[in-house]
């Protein structure tokens, strides 16, 4: 068996568990689909009372995208919490694989699965409100929503650390980094209205792109050429991350190996 | 008071030298005979001089966790690990198995070294300690689904291996898919095990495995690893506090006490010593209330002190 067949199959591996994981905790994933269905309605409504579609549709893309880092950071975050809980976490840290298997196997899903219960988030809403896609362009969204995924791969895997070096506030500490995505980003606003110092901060946030690329491909139809301007920064920044997590788990882990952190359970 | 049978390692590649086929290098140390032809096998676990602390308060001296220990263990053999609680078993198995990194010393399994080596290793050993982590919620055929991949295993061969493992275990087919969280503690262990020889390894940590474990349980579990021993090429660390455990399965014992080992010799030989130089009964308790330097009293008192 090749090296690349090995850790294919041993990435697949944390696909698969947490797959088994969400089918055994369905009732909880049908209870998280209710409370994010509610919260992006509870925003979106917002702009049903100006009387605006635009500000409506750029509503529900912010609150849907807000939906989709807040899965996929909790479900990379507790890619280390929940085996800390299990106690698990040293049997995973023995195996004979990579962690950069380890931690892309376990980022995949919590992408795939940020996607699909986003999709249907996002189908409700636009159900309830009655608005016309005809004019979206899907592609262009799909583009920046993967193109994001990489960067957002690269801060997963630093917010991964948390839990990993912070027993028992950890998972909860990841919750900093969401917040301030959503402060910087232009979730809900235009990032126009931030103080200067705070958009050179959005500039480095790659949730910037994302949100800008997907409505204007939903609102506008724009064609994915036509973003240029969006794309090549989300590229760049997914070039970077994913090595800069992948290095900066790997120093996290070495410094638990030596003070003795990944024996704690709980 | 302690007594220390072997004398500080000499700074040599092994602290104990060339090895005779199936027996412990520490043999002349401890003043028994060497028989056979000294062959230079590749032992299956050599550690040498390990030494571990933890810094738990910047303003005090680090807690030394495991102290100057070395230990070989032959290609087959047992070797048994005991000590008090606290003494630096499971930190020693923690640090075989790559899960805390030694501050001095080095540890090699079956030649290759877990610092520069440490993916190899991790393709030789599996363990199983006292605690069955899982999850829960899962079943115990997508628990050790999730191992066999991990570890490189087909994906149906790894089930069908499983399901003939946990069988032998004595957990029926009927019960594999249910949730692990519904088994008692005992049938949990025995997933544990299954988990572990699952992925065939070469060198098998057992930390404690039959704690908590009724004594059915336990005499299955012991069992099956004379079995493992006899069928299968794999070389046991085990750490236990159940002295007639350590006397069945144990070709030889260490005694650590405060991170260091203070005796090594089969279990035999420990009972003559202990009856021959400190007058005590020739039994495994005897010599390990020699050896840690405690009593039953002082344990009690100890531990009263801390309830107060």
Redesign the interface.
């Known amino acids: 068996?090749t090296v690349l067949a090995?850790e294919l199959?041993?990435s697949?591996?944390f696909v698969?568990?947490n797959f088994?994981?969400t089918r055994?905790?369905w009732g909880w994933e049908v209870a998280f689909l209710v409370y994010s269905i509610a919260g992006a309605l509870s925003i979106s409504l917002i702009g049903a009372e100006v009387g605006d579609r635009t500000l409506i549709f750029s509503l529900i893309i912010g609150a849907t995208f807000w939906n989709y880092l807040s899965v996929v950071f909790s479900w990379i975050a507790e890619t280390i919490a929940?085996e800390r809980w299990?106690?698990?976490l040293?049997?995973?840290?023995?195996?004979?694989?990579?962690r950069s298997t380890h931690l892309l196997g376990s980022t995949f899903y919590a992408l795939v699965y940020g996607l699909v219960h986003t999709a249907s988030v996002l189908v409700i809403l636009t159900l309830f409100f009655g608005l016309d896609l005809a004019r979206a362009n899907l592609a262009t969204a799909g583009m920046f929503m993967l193109l994001g995924s990489f960067s957002f791969v690269g801060i997963g895997m630093m917010a991964a650390i948390l839990p990993l070096l912070y027993v028992e506030r950890g998972a909860q500490m990841t919750f900093v980094l969401q917040s301030v995505l959503l402060l910087v980003s232009g979730v809900y606003y235009s990032t126009s209205v931030l103080p200067p110092w705070m958009q050179v901060l959005s500039r480095l946030s790659p949730a910037t792109y994302v949100l800008d690329g997907v409505r204007k491909g939903l609102i506008d139809g724009a064609a994915v050429g036509s973003l240029w301007g969006d794309v090549w920064p989300l590229v760049v920044m997914g070039v970077a991350l994913i090595p800069l997590g992948l290095w900066a788990f790997g120093r996290a882990e070495?410094y638990a190996?030596?003070?003795?952190k990944?024996?704690r359970?709980g | 008071m302690t007594t220390t049978l072997i004398p500080p390692p000499v700074p040599t590649r092994s602290p104990f030298g060339p090895v005779a086929a199936g027996q412990s290098a520490a043999a002349p140390a401890l003043g028994l005979p060497v028989v056979g032809t000294e062959v230079p096998a590749v032992p299956a676990l050599l550690v040498e001089r390990a030494t571990k602390r933890?810094?738990v308060d910047r303003r005090k001296p680090p807690v030394v966790a495991v102290e100057d220990v070395s230990l070989l263990l032959p290609r087959g053999a047992i070797h048994g690990i005991l000590g008090a609680n606290g003494s630096g078993k499971s930190t020693l198995i923690?640090l075989v198995?790559?899960?805390?990194?030694l501050d001095a010393g080095r540890v090699e399994v079956f030649g290759h070294d877990i610092a520069r080596d440490e993916?190899a290793v991790?393709?030789l050993?599996?363990?199983v300690?006292v605690?069955a982590?899982?999850?829960?919620?899962?079943s115990p055929l997508?628990n050790l689904?999730?191992?066999a991949?991990?570890?490189?295993l087909d994906a149906r061969r790894g089930r069908e291996e499983a399901i003939a493992i946990l069988e032998r275990l004595g957990i029926s087919r009927k019960r594999v898919g249910r949730?692990i969280e519904q088994m008692s503690r005992g049938m949990q262990q025995k997933v544990a095990i299954a988990?572990a020889l699952l992925t065939s390894p070469t060198l098998l940590l057992l930390d404690e495995p039959t704690t908590g474990l009724d004594p059915r349980s336990k005499l299955e579990v012991q069992a099956f690893v004379e079995e493992l021993r006899a069928t299968h090429d794999t070389s046991i660390v085990l750490t236990t506090h159940d002295l007639a455990e350590a006397e069945r399965l144990c070709g030889r014992i260490s005694i650590l006490n405060g991170g260091r080992v203070v005796a090594e010799a089969t279990p035999d030989r420990l009972k003559q010593l202990v009856a021959e130089r400190h007058g005590q009964p020739p039994t495994l308790e005897a010599v390990f209330m020699t050896y840690t330097g405690r009593s039953l009293d002082e344990d009690v008192d100890e531990e009263d002190a801390h309830d107060d």
């Open positions: 068996m090995h199959k041993a697949y591996a698969e568990r088994f994981l055994r905790y929940v299990e106690g698990t040293e049997y995973t840290m023995m195996a004979p694989v990579r070495r190996k030596r003070t003795g990944l024996k359970v | 933890f810094v923690r198995c790559g899960l805390l990194t993916m991790k393709r050993i599996n363990r300690s605690d982590a899982f999850f829960k919620k899962l997508e689904s999730f191992a991949r991990l570890y490189g949730p988990r």
